[in-house]
């Protein structure tokens, strides 16, 4: 059985084709002014990708900010629902679940059979993730993927209040100023997006066995930030950007 | 000069420890200044203000909602972490809402042997305010009896009274010689003196304050005073703050209204025969906060003659974030400075002042204030 | 899954109430033109009191004013950015600044500019309500002002002195009216108001118990309507009569098994005002079969209660219920006093566990699924406490949702967002969307 999901979130549109319960396929795109435009170019790509042709598709589930969108989706799911369902495929223990976007960032906690038993997301006025730390690289004249393997090397820890890119980024400027190391700068930029997050993984409470999805799961920097402040181990899926997509399909196999 | 009070601020929890071990005595953390320390001292207990660590934490989001001030979640911070875990018990007077909070989440996440909320009057502007806080001090009293098992005499009440007295006696009169042209001790310094006086037992403190009062007249300080400033607003227990304002930028704060600052200790208890209406005076009399500065507007006055008295040239107003009462007097208070021609500048302090953005801010006031003086 | 399982019904008292709110803020708009009094005041306010210097005197009372406001969304706007611009801060009470706004740029919405009032009649719980009307007094360069402290602390602790506390204060104030308005205190009026009050209060609360039955007569929507009356009015006898016309009503609903949703199948309750602009939230809920049959804030914001014998909750006996005369001045503050500590909303700005009890009260009683919290920017005082009502909710088994907003301000309210939420919290109920 062959089935796809969709993930249209607000920076990139993601696709899984499953086979049999098995990746065969997967596409990620920039989500353009039209996200249903965008989720078929995603879509036809993956196919490519997993030698498969539209015929042979079972069913299709989108999910993310855009999934009412997508008009050839049978069903929708929720980022929730995609991201637990995605995040058990590859830790089937997982009871915790931060799933970071590049606008918004999610804790989710789910109960020992896989069900959602709470969950949070960032206000208006909390520093996002992805984005967050792309606009503080820019300050840093750093290239996004940089910021990783720069914050692994910083020496001295500096607090930073980053509960607005607004001030951030002037906080950031200053800290320039004072010759503060790249280095360093880059942890305390890490570290203040961890501080938001792991507000949001406390309010939901903290459990021990903890999954980190989405594309700032790439980013290692930020990763040891959080394990930092949770003070527990963290989990990354090879393709952190895939996984909320991945459940999507999951949930398609289930429902075809 | 001021080591001992600078040390007494910083490694507040080795004196509580240590005093605990020296007195055997019971502690409790108090989380505003209209508690009455007088009763707590009658029963040889030590009143400690619960302040903020000025770190960035991740603990109080499950507690306190996003749109409460920095300062009370801070706060809640050091209970959760279990910074003050050797506290026997904690206690609050009715003001704001926000710090209400830190205290009932703490109260349900780190109980103590005694919790006590205190209905302090709000209409402090009506007489009635008096007997009726007369009689919650009351209550006050027998629970504190109860919790430490031992009566309050009035000789007591009188050995409380003069402790917490002489505090904001020998606090003031240090405080009067910031008047001066050049005064012998900044404000960095005179912010360290009253935050020590609320993490330490007073009797000690005193001792102190009377120690550096014989000294401070001669003492002359090897730097110019610059603008004279006066800082007022919230809580502000930010020190690297001040010390950015007088070290870098070459002002002097002269004065302050906050309360961790003169709203504090600023009036002493009146004698009266009936003990407990004596404090109750005292509290409906003080300085207000802005929650119980209504009908009227008393704090302006106040102000204007902190203004007048300590020839203050310019004022920096500040409020944690989201602090509603200070939001709510703050408008007014620019107005009627402005009225009379006093500079100020108004800043929001969060759990870590943004010292780059900030000294920014205080050059370009206090080159706009010098730029004044040519005229 | 049926989309339609009961019967439902409009409300036929639906218009009356809509035409008693209309009327009072007409009625305060031209008091002036018959020679009689206007006064503003919270919500809250003993309105009882200003209703003894005789029948010709009308209130605007403060929150509803703000939330009609808030129900226009080109006006609210013009009436948050002129606070604003006037150096308010954003993050106050958007009720209040609401209020200003509305003096700020001269508009009443019921046509003409902002009706000034010719005293402030205030209560004091929350730190915005007395300084609420300072800054109205700063912007209208000086007004009469009477407030009053009620903040004496919760009722399970009340003892004589602190009802005592607020009626000297109260008994200052009839001094301070009479000097103020040149007119006489009828103690005859006053007393009447009392009970009018009491009963007024009471019904609501009776109506609020009715929504125990399964289906709901009422869905928190339609209870906006309705309660919105006491908070306007709660010491007038239109009011009371309203109610008790009302819970007839409602009771036959009941009794005839009508219900609100149709397709009720799961049932919530809310917390703290909603967000004004987007009531459609609730109608989407009904997508899902689910309603809120109601909050603490719906039931307890006005209305009194009392544990039954039964132990469960419902109307506070009223004096006169019980037999009481209410003969003098005195007698008749303290009586009313009493009552008004009672008030449920009142019991968190001591303690969130107080809050927490009742809100599991209500979920048992009225037999609820789950529950939606509104994290409300716009009113530091209901929100009070409220993270800690979610986790004693959650201790107790509970599903709970919330969602960030303001009552007052749609700026700060995600409307997707929320809707998100909402599916993600259905879904984790298991829930689907009725096709």
Redesign the interface.
């Known amino acids: 059985m062959i089935t796809v999901g969709i993930d249209s979130g607000n920076r990139n549109t993601k696709a899984v084709v499953l086979k049999d319960g098995q990746v065969v396929g997967k596409a990620l795109i920039l989500t353009g002014f039209d996200a249903n435009e965008s989720a078929g170019q995603a879509y036809e790509l993956a196919l490519k990708a997993a030698q498969v042709s539209p015929e042979e598709v079972v069913a299709v589930v989108s999910t993310g900010?855009g999934r009412n969108e997508v008009k050839f989706a049978q069903e929708i799911?929720?980022?929730?629902?995609s991201a637990a369902k995605g995040a058990r495929y590859f830790v089937p223990t997982v009871n915790t679940i931060i799933d970071l976007g590049a606008e918004e960032g999610r804790a989710i906690k789910l109960t020992a059979d896989g069900?959602?038993?709470?969950?949070?997301?960032n206000?208006?006025?909390?520093a996002g993730a992805g984005s967050f730390v792309e606009s503080m690289a820019r300050a840093l004249q750093t290239a996004p993927e940089e910021m990783g393997p720069l914050s692994m090397k910083y020496t001295k820890e500096v607090?930073?209040?980053a509960?607005c890119v607004v001030?951030a980024e002037?906080?950031v400027?200053?800290?320039i100023?004072?010759k503060t190391p790249k280095e360093d700068i880059a942890r305390a930029v890490h570290?203040?997006v961890s501080?938001?997050v792991?507000?949001?993984v406390?309010?939901v409470?903290l459990l021990d066995d903890l999954a980190l999805i989405g594309g700032p799961g790439r980013n290692r920097g930020l990763v040891q930030s959080l394990k930092d402040?949770l003070q527990k181990e963290i989990k990354v899926p090879e393709d952190p950007d895939y996984v909320s997509a991945l459940g999507a399909a999951l949930y398609a196999m289930e429902i075809a | 000069m001021f080591t001992q009070f600078k040390e007494w601020y910083e490694k507040r929890h080795d004196y509580a420890m240590e005093w605990k071990e020296k007195t055997g005595g019971k502690i409790i953390g108090y989380f505003c200044t209209y508690v009455p320390e007088e009763i707590l001292y009658a029963a040889d207990v030590l009143p400690v203000r619960v302040l903020g660590g000025h770190e960035p934490q991740d603990v109080t989001e499950p507690h306190i909602f996003g749109m409460y001030c920095p300062f009370s979640r801070d706060v809640l911070a050091q209970g959760l972490k279990n910074k003050f875990f050797y506290l026997d018990g904690i206690t609050i007077a009715q003001s704001c809402l926000h710090i209400r909070q830190a205290y009932t989440s703490w109260d349900l996440h780190r109980p103590t042997e005694f919790s006590y909320y205190l209905p302090m009057p709000h209409n402090v502007q009506s007489d009635h305010s008096r007997t009726f806080l007369r009689s919650e001090l009351q209550q006050f009293q027998e629970a504190v009896e109860k919790w430490t098992g031992k009566k309050i005499t009035d000789v007591d009440l009188d050995r409380g009274i003069d402790i917490v007295n002489t505090n904001r006696r020998l606090l003031k009169q240090i405080f009067e010689l910031r008047r001066q042209e050049n005064p012998p001790l900044t404000g960095q310094e005179a912010m360290y003196l009253v935050l020590s006086s609320q993490m330490t037992d007073k009797r000690e403190h005193n001792k102190a304050l009377l120690e550096l009062l014989e000294q401070l007249p001669q003492r002359k300080l090897n730097r110019p005073t610059g603008e004279r400033l006066m800082i007022l607003g919230s809580e502000n227990d930010d020190i690297p703050f001040t010390e950015m304002v007088e070290q870098v930028c070459e002002a002097t704060f002269v004065i302050d209204d906050h309360c961790t600052g003169t709203r504090y200790f600023w009036n002493e208890s009146v004698k009266d025969e009936d003990r407990l209406l004596e404090i109750a005076n005292r509290y409906v009399d003080r300085v207000p906060c802005p929650t119980k500065d209504w009908p009227q507007r008393k704090r302006l006055e106040h102000i204007q003659n902190l203004i007048k008295d300590y020839d203050v040239q310019g004022v920096i107003v500040i409020q944690q974030k989201f602090c509603d009462p200070h939001e709510l007097d703050i408008p007014a208070i620019q107005k009627s400075l402005k009225e009379r021609g006093i500079p100020t500048l108004f800043l929001e302090f969060d759990v870590t002042a943004p010292l780059g953005p900030f000294r920014i801010r205080v050059e370009a006031f206090l080159e706009m204030m010098r730029q004044e003086d040519l005229f | 899954m049926s989309t339609q399982i009961y019967p439902t019904e409009p409300l036929k008292l639906w218009g009356k109430a809509k035409e008693l709110r209309d009327q009072y803020y007409l009625d305060y708009r031209d008091a002036h033109e018959k020679g009689g009094l206007r006064w503003a005041g919270g919500a809250w306010s003993f309105d009882a009191v200003p209703a003894g210097l005789g029948r010709d005197v009308y209130s605007l009372t403060s929150e509803p004013y703000g939330a009609t406001l808030a129900h226009n969304k080109e006006l609210s706007l013009e009436c948050l950015e002129a606070s604003e611009n006037a150096g308010y801060a954003r993050d106050l009470c958007s009720y209040m600044r609401l209020y200003w706004g509305s003096i700020l740029i001269n508009k009443y919405p019921y046509g003409g500019g902002y009706p000034k009032p010719d005293f402030i009649w205030q209560d004091h719980i929350c730190c915005s309500h007395a300084k609420w009307y300072q800054v109205v007094s700063d912007l209208e360069g000086g007004l009469p002002m009477w407030e009053v402290d009620v903040a004496a602390g919760p009722y399970k602790d009340v003892t004589p002195a602190k009802i005592k506390y607020i009626v000297d204060q109260l008994q200052d104030g009839v001094e301070w009216l009479e000097k103020t308005t040149g007119r006489k205190f009828d103690d005859g009026l006053f007393i009447e108001a009392v009970k009018n009050e009491m009963r007024s209060t009471s019904l609501w609360a009776a109506v609020c118990a009715e929504n125990k039955a399964v289906p709901a007569p009422l869905d928190e929507k339609t209870m906006y309507s309705l309660y919105v009356l006491a908070t306007l009015n709660k010491a007038s006898k239109e009011v009371a009569d309203f109610y008790a016309e009302l819970l007839a009503e409602v009771k036959d609903r009941v009794a005839r098994g009508i219900a609100a949703v149709g397709n009720e199948q799961i049932r919530l309750m809310s917390d703290t005002q909603p967000p004004w602009a987007f009531l459609k939230v609730f109608r989407y809920l009904e997508q899902y079969g689910a309603i809120s049959v109601g909050s603490l804030y719906t039931f307890g914001l006005e209305g009194i209660w009392e544990v039954k014998e039964d132990g469960t909750w419902g109307p506070r006996t009223t004096p006169m219920e019980k037999g009481i005369k209410i003969k003098t001045r005195q007698q008749a503050m303290e009586l009313m006093v009493d009552w008004n500590l009672s008030k449920p909303e009142w019991q968190h700005f001591y303690h969130p566990q107080l809050k927490t009890d009742m809100m599991l009260r209500i979920a048992n009683e009225w037999k609820l699924n789950g529950i939606m919290l509104h994290y409300n920017r716009g009113c530091e005082g209901l929100s009070l406490g409220i993270a800690e009502n979610r986790l004693g909710l959650l201790k107790a088994g509970f599903p709970v949702m919330t969602f960030e907003g303001n009552m007052g301000d749609e700026r700060e309210f995600d409307e997707n967002m929320t809707l998100a939420r909402v599916d993600a919290f259905m879904e984790s109920m298991g829930i689907k969307k009725v096709k």
């Open positions: 900010v799911i929720t980022e929730i629902g069900k959602i038993a709470d969950f949070a997301s206000e208006k006025c909390a607090p930073m209040n509960q001030f002037s906080e400027v200053s800290l100023h004072q570290d203040g501080n938001r792991s507000s949001m406390r309010r409470g402040d």
